[in-house]
Nanobody, 122 residues
């Protein structure tokens, strides 16, 4: 089992930055892909970014490319999502997830956190 706990969300103004963290525990994550997803009210969950744990390959949704950066810290067993130039449309509940495949398909991820709310005001 893998337990994931997100933190770092909040209410910010458009154009500013936030860094989300996802602390993982329960087992080694060396073979896992770590992903960030988000879900806004009334909308479906969407892929944001993913990073392979072993070799740092990354993927991003087109809507966040150039603004968001996913990274991970082996020693702290933590994954980060640095979000810059935030826009009101980035407002959502952000989830961390762990899976076996580097894919934007949420159904392929096995473990999920409870989410952290990000609200961007205009």
């Amino acid at each position: 089992q893998v337990q994931l706990v997100e933190s770092g969300g909040g209410l910010v103004q458009a154009g500013t930055s936030l860094r989300l963290s996802c602390a993982a525990s329960g087992r080694t994550l060396n073979s896992y892909v770590m992903g960030w997803f988000r879900q806004a009210p009334g909308k479906e969950r969407e892929f944001v970014a993913a990073v392979t744990w072993r070799d740092k390959m990354t993927q991003y949704a087109d809507s966040v490319k150039g603004r968001f950066t996913i990274s991970r810290d082996y020693a702290k067993n933590t994954v980060y999502l640095q979000m810059n130039s935030l826009k009101p449309e980035d407002t959502a509940l952000y989830y961390c997830a762990a899976g076996r495949l580097p894919t934007p398909e949420g159904e392929e991820y096995d473990y999920w956190g409870q989410g952290t709310q990000v609200t961007v005001s205009s």
